[in-house]
């Protein structure tokens, strides 16, 4: 028999008898060079050569055999593979267990008869090879292994097969088996668990009543697994009888069935009940348990289950809990405001305080504004600026008053929060006087809160007290009346930002300048005055002209940058450099090119690389020209830039 052979073996045939000879030989590259041919070629003869080939000590050897079987596969290799499963060498043994589970189930026929083997080792290997090969086929046959094998490790096995395959029609014979040993049972729970079988709910739940303590934990388990409500009523009649143990674990799996939503459909004698249950699981040593309580009593409510969900977010490290301390405030904003939360807020421990004002943070009732306004002289310092975040998120018009009377506040934290909320939250034009005379507060943060929140409120008073604060003699005074006024709008308060651009402080002249970024080819005159700074005696001034160039909209700014190429500094001939990469220019290429034989490297450099960003053929040339620079590090970053265009050339 001749096949045709691999790529890289040219274009004759290779001959499946001379395969045969090379697998019989002892050179371990020729044979894992043949095992490769006969998988690829698919040399059926050598079949038992590799199934031989599996028993050698070379890894490499070993490991081609298995591919080609693999490849191969069929009924000559299940038959072929089949005699190792009772090899005493280990490593020969699972290869031929890892092979037949993944062909075994193209010889049905070999399987069933290794499931009825006298050999109880073999029938185990067939039970889970059975369970590898994702048919029906193999339903019955486990079954029948699950219910009658007299060996307890196979019928273990033919439960944890029927779990892989997962078929529905096994939860009949997998519930009867409910009743043998503790060791099988475990596996048939975990397979009923993954079958997720309406039909198979009776059967579990009927088997609580004869189960051991571990195995009636493991079926509640199993129960929520599926999740079918017909479970739901069977386990709470369960509740009474069975141990605390259980029990927590029944209110787990009843919540995950019904969802926490769901329990408020409960009778209110059922819910008063089950509300019981639900604080004894929250102590449970289990956290998912305790979880599960927590979801239950957000859902059912009650003044007795606040304060215990309080208590228990307040035990948990938020730190290194946070997902499940977030889960107890949902809860807790579930119930509504509570006397529990209020009394925690005013009076409870630091930890309790907290939870309270996370939970009050999200919680918009009518009354929760009050309530944190009329606690917040009462709290200690430390949490007050905490009260005052909660009050700015729910407190809308009712808390303007409240935080009035905080713009004179000695807690720095609480002022901020006033200055956020009446500025940028809510924009209270009354506000407008208090918060400007915050522009001379000695805290810097307070400053800058302040003179967003007037920007925020704006105004013709506002306008008016900027533009008087512009005139001042103090710097500062100067610097946040025009950084104000650009951002209330450049067109209005054009007079104010011409004379900063001629401000002695250089600090001015930049926030102008900066003022001016946003109507760059928009408003008349903003381009003109911009540019007018190109020759500014302070760099940092000349690097925030280029940098507004940069952004500029409009099509007059190539002149300009190029002027900028000639400063007498080398980083704002660098940010010019950039800037025309950003902008694309491609008319800069020959200045680019001249600026790559620069004397200072670092200008020479970064003019290379935007060349490469700029692309283009002009660039490409230009590029392929600097790559036999005398100079390595040019001509690498050359060499650089030319392979970027060539792999963003690439992806197009």
């Known amino acids: 028999m001749t096949v045709p052979a691999r790529d890289g073996q040219g274009t004759g045939m290779v001959d499946c008898n001379e ?13 894992r060079d043949a095992a490769y041919d006969a998988g690829e070629s698919g040399c059926l003869a050598a079949v038992p050569l590799l199934a031989h080939l599996l028993c050698s000590h070379n890894l490499g050897v070993q490991e081609a055999a298995d591919r080609a079987l693999r490849r191969l596969g069929g009924k000559d290799v299940v038959a072929a593979v089949k005699p190792l499963l009772r090899s005493d060498d280990a490593p020969a043994r699972n290869a031929a267990m890892d092979i037949l589970r993944d062909v075994g189930g193209q010889d049905f026929p070999t399987l069933l008869e290794l499931l009825h083997d006298g050999d109880p080792d073999i029938r185990i290997f067939a039970s889970d090879i059975l369970g590898s090969t994702d048919s029906r086929l193999a339903v019955g046959p486990l079954c029948e292994a699950l219910l009658k094998d007299p060996e307890v490790n196979v019928r273990y096995q033919a439960a944890v097969s029927l779990g892989e395959l997962a078929f529905a029609e096994a939860a009949p014979s997998l519930g009867k088996a409910l009743g043998d040993d503790e060791w099988v049972q475990f596996a048939v729970i975990e397979a009923l668990s993954k079958i997720r079988d309406a039909s198979s709910v009776g059967a ?18 199993a129960l929520g697994e599926i999740g079918n409500i017909k479970a739901v009523t069977m386990l709470l009649k369960r509740m009474d009888a069975s141990p605390e143990v259980l029990r927590n674990k029944i209110v787990k799996a009843v919540v995950r069935i019904l969802g926490g939503k769901a329990l408020t459909l409960l009778s209110p004698a059922e819910r008063d009940r089950f509300r019981g249950y639900l604080l004894g699981a929250l ?17 059912v409510g009650g003044e007795e289950a606040a304060q215990a969900v309080l208590a228990h977010a307040a035990r948990l490290d938020r730190d290194h809990l946070p997902e499940r301390y977030e889960h107890a405030i949902t809860a807790l904003r579930d119930m509504g405001l509570t006397e529990a939360l209020g009394e925690a807020l005013r009076q409870g421990e630091a930890a309790q305080r907290a939870v309270a004002l996370d939970v009050l943070a999200a919680l918009p009732c009518p009354q929760c504004p009050a309530l944190l306004m009329d606690a917040f002289a009462e709290l200690p310092a430390s949490f007050q600026p905490a009260a005052a975040k909660a009050l700015a998120a729910i407190g809308g018009e009712t808390a303007v008053e409240f935080f009035l009377g905080q713009l004179g ?9 006033a200055v956020a ?13 208090a918060l400007f005379a915050l522009l001379g507060h000695p805290s810097d943060a307070v400053k800058e809160a302040a003179l967003d929140a007037c920007v925020a409120i704006g105004g013709a008073e506002l306008d008016a007290r900027f533009r008087e604060l512009a005139r001042s003699d103090e710097p500062m005074d100067r610097l946040m009346a025009v950084y104000a006024l650009g951002r209330m709008g450049v067109g209005e308060h054009m007079d104010i930002i011409r004379e900063a651009l001629a401000d002695e402080i250089p600090d001015i002249r930049k926030i102008a300048l900066e003022a001016l970024a946003d109507s760059c080819g928009h408003e008349e005159g903003s381009l003109s005055l911009i540019v007018s700074r190109l020759t500014d005696e302070s760099r940092d001034v000349r690097l925030a002209v280029v940098e ?21 500094d080398d980083w704002v001939r660098i940010r ?23 004397p200072s490297k670092l200008v020479a450099m970064k003019a290379v690389e935007i060349l490469g960003e700029i692309g283009g053929p002009e660039a490409f040339q230009a590029l392929l020209g600097l790559v036999g620079d005398d100079d390595p590090e040019l001509a690498g970053a050359a060499e650089a830039a030319i392979a970027r265009l060539q792999d963003e050339q690439g992806e197009r």
């Open 19 to 31: 395969l045969c000879q090379r697998l019989g030989g002892d050179d371990p590259d020729v044979l």
């Open 204 to 221: 579990l739940v009927k088997a609580l009543d004869k189960s051991t303590d571990l195995v009636a934990s493991m079926i509640v388990d």
């Open 283 to 299: 102590s449970d040593d289990e956290d998912d348990v305790q979880d599960a309580a927590v979801s239950g009593l957000g859902s």
């Open 409 to 417: 506040a000695d807690n720095e934290a609480v002022l901020l929060e």
């Open 421 to 433: 909320f009446l500025g940028g939250g809510m924009r209270v034009a009354s506000a407008g006087p």
């Open 548 to 568: 507004v160039l940069g952004g500029c909209d409009s099509d007059k700014v190539y002149t300009y940058l190029e002027q900028a190429l000639d400063d007498a």
């Open 576 to 598: 010019a450099v950039e800037a025309l990469g950003a902008r694309g220019e491609r008319e800069a290429v020959p200045r680019l090119l001249e600026l790559a034989g620069e």
